[in-house]
């Protein structure tokens, strides 16, 4: 089923929350090579100033990734990452303790790593990634090593578009977005969230039952999101179009 583009007018009065990778910005290879363009930094910054402060990034990314990326214009807006585990909002920062249990983690995956080249390890403050995308022949011995190290320490396994991610549990971008929309200014608005990957699902689940809508970036696949683009340039240029 191919989902209808979103309304422009749907973004007035509205909470706007925003995947990072594959949604507002292009996917890379390596999650290293991800930058922000200056005409996305002005984007972000332009809906900021019209929703007044009604905007937040909700990432799988740390918080540390998200600054790195976004530059000053991180300050502008909400933070929530590694997939809702820790958030920043107007000067408060909220983050659990981070589990030993990852650094074990992380050394048995770049073991697994120097196996196979192009897999790439990413260590964040309350995950570590297994990406496969430039060596996709990896795919089933990285999901079954992942498994078995969530389950071995205690981890959640959250999986991607070509990556496998041991994490802290016990949250999700969908309890992310139901935490910023008990907030002033954003609880009585109705929530939008534009995503592009299964770990999206509970926050389009969430937005619908909040009353708002998801939008499902890229290719098409069942969802619970009620609109769909077709790429990260494509919302761009929507969200520009809708507060012009």
Known sequence: MQLPPPPRDILKDSTLFLDLDGTLLDIAERPDDVAVEPETRVLLEALAR??????????????????????????????????????????????????????????????????????????????????????????????????SLAGEFGLHLQRGKMVVELRVGGRDKGAAVASFMRRAPMAGTLPLF???????????????????????????????ASYGLPSPKRLRQWLMEAIQ
């Not at 990734?65 to 820790?86: F, K, M, N, W």
């Not at 592009?196 to 939008?215: M, N, Q, Y």
């Open 50 to 147: 019209t929703l007044e402060g009604r905007i937040a990034i909700v990432s799988g990314r740390s918080l540390e990734q998200l600054d790195a990326i976004l530059g000053d214009c991180a300050t502008a807006i909400a933070l929530s990452g590694s997939h809702g585990v820790e958030h920043r909002w107007n000067g408060i920062h909220a983050r659990p303790e981070r589990p030993g249990s990852l650094d074990a983690v992380a050394e048995r995956l770049h073991e697994f790593a120097r196996h196979w080249p192009g897999v790439i390890i990413e260590e964040k403050s309350f995950g570590v990634g297994l990406h496969y995308r430039m060596a996709p022949a990896a795919e089933e011995m990285a999901s079954a090593l992942a498994g």
């Open 194 to 224: 534009a995503g592009d990957d299964l770990t999206d699902e509970p926050a389009f689940s969430t937005v619908r039952d909040l009353g708002g809508h998801g939008i499902l970036i890229g290719e098409q696949r069942a969802t619970s």
